[in-house]
């Protein structure tokens, strides 16, 4: 993947300050945030897991984050063409576009299997609305997601449904697409958040899980936890996949990038907590189990709702928000792979759109085969660490655990180490202690911070 055509359309721009906030948000508040969240503070002791988290956002998120926007902007290009002459103004290598290449390439294929999950979300709205969760136990409620995950045509359907959602906003450009769909669908989500929380704070259960989220047990908490609380405030403000460069290159001269990246770390922090509060209140009221693992959303809540006055509307009601996060997140995954395509190839934004969107429904298939079909086929059974690693795993896992930490970590060396200070401290307007703050972390405690997760990924 190189970038060798300049050439490119001009450069629409977010309205305001506002737009480029709830499109970032949106990108950044996902299934990681309402369904990963949850959980692995269940499985990490709660409060004090959510206090490690937070010091990592600071250290790791935001500096990455402030990075990114800085590289989108300051090339006014795709993410491979902004990444390759921010370092050509800096007499820098244009070789360091690797870092967006693997970013771009990521997006891609994290959409993916993205879409597939974001499927079951929307087939389980119709679940939800039509009471199928309604007195049945464990057993059938584990059928149900199991019976739609061994369905082949299902799961196609839902899949391809999702992507064609997302391929309808994106060709749709800045104005009509992006920012018309997160200035709909964001403050629609805050609103059904809220009121899946307002809802749980009636339960029996929502004392207790305001204390388990916020009283800190440190005891609980180990090693692993926090180095699980650093990936995960990596991955949960979608760092590592050239987005942030792609909507940073929309951004106006005049914003602030350290106060917006602070901005959509905070809403992002706070979508995770209300999450937690909506569900884990659900979870105690229930007497099941916090630390439940993935099967939380699609299998320990469903058996709650079926069991508690007014479920089906309550299911309902997570299920259309856990779709519209998964959108907004898909949104994302998919505008850096279109930029480059509609600048590289000079094509329509449409076109490039459709073109990029059905590769990435073609690619989403061997994910859907590889959970039925193809279940006992391991491309890399041969090696013993991806002994039984379906295609779905494998690509969860080489995006996760190397494209996204090795993108995140090369865009904070190279802005740390090879891009021009007085250039970074006029182009993020920041000045005294809060840039030194910043440099110091992107140059020492980020990269080092992001390398304990990439080698810890990759021999865990």
């Known amino acids: 993947m190189t970038d060798n055509n300049q050439a490119a359309a001009p450069r629409g721009m977010w309205s305001s300050r506002l737009a480029f906030i709830l499109a970032a948000t949106g990108s950044a508040v996902g299934l990681g945030n309402i369904w990963k969240f949850p959980y692995v503070t269940g499985e990490n002791g709660g409060g004090a897991f959510v206090l490690v988290y937070l010091l990592c956002i600071a250290i790791i998120g935001i500096p990455i984050m402030m990075a990114e926007v800085f590289i989108g902007r300051n090339g006014r290009h795709n993410p491979i063409t902004s990444m390759r002459l921010v370092a050509e103004r800096n007499l820098s290598s244009p070789a360091w576009r690797i870092s967006a290449i693997v970013g771009v390439l990521a997006a891609f294929i994290i959409l993916s299997f993205y879409s597939v999950i974001g499927g079951w979300a929307a087939s389980y709205i119709g679940h939800a609305a039509t009471g199928d969760f309604a007195g049945q136990d464990a057993d059938a409620i584990g059928a149900l997601f199991g019976d739609l995950l061994a369905s082949p045509g299902m799961l196609l359907a839902w899949h391809s449904l999702f992507m064609g959602l997302i391929i309808f906003v994106v060709a749709r450009g800045l104005k009509s697409g992006l920012e018309r769909a997160v200035n709909i ?92 509060l909506a569900i884990f209140p659900i979870v105690f009221a229930n007497g099941l189990e916090a630390g439940a693992g993935p099967g939380l959303i699609f299998q320990t809540l469903p058996l709650a709702f079926g069991q508690m006055p007014m479920g089906s509307l309550f299911g309902t009601l997570f299920f259309v928000l856990l779709l519209f996060a998964a959108w907004t997140s898909g949104i994302s995954l998919l505008e850096p792979v279109v930029e480059w395509v509609e600048e590289k190839f000079s094509m329509g934004r449409v076109g490039s759109s459709i073109l990029v969107g059905v590769a990435c429904w073609l690619l989403g298939i061997t ?94």
């Open 367 to 460: 994910s859907i085969l590889s959970l039925n079909e193809w279940s006992g086929f391991a491309p890399l059974g041969m090696f013993e660490r991806f002994e039984g690693k379906t295609i779905f795993d494998l690509l969860d896992f080489f995006t996760a655990n190397v494209m996204l930490p090795l993108s995140g970590l090369l865009t904070a060396v190279f802005v740390g180490w090879f891009v021009a200070k007085e250039s970074l401290k006029a182009d993020l307007a920041m000045e005294g202690g809060s840039f030194t703050l910043w440099y110091n972390l992107i140059r020492f405690v980020t990269p080092i911070a992001v390398s304990v997760v990439f080698v810890y990924n990759l021999l865990s």
């Open 185 to 276: 669908l964001m403050p629609a989500l805050f609103v059904l958040l809220l009121l899946a929380v307002g809802y749980a704070a009636t339960t029996t259960g929502f004392g207790q899980a305001v204390s388990f989220l916020f009283t800190p047990n440190f005891d609980a908490l180990t090693v692993n936890g926090v180095l699980i609380a650093l990936g995960h405030a990596f991955f949960t403000l979608s760092l590592g996949m050239a987005i942030m460069m792609a909507y940073g290159s929309y951004l106006g001269p005049d914003v602030s990038i350290g106060r917006t990246a602070i901005a959509v770390s905070v809403m992002d922090t706070v979508v995770a907590l209300l999450a937690g």
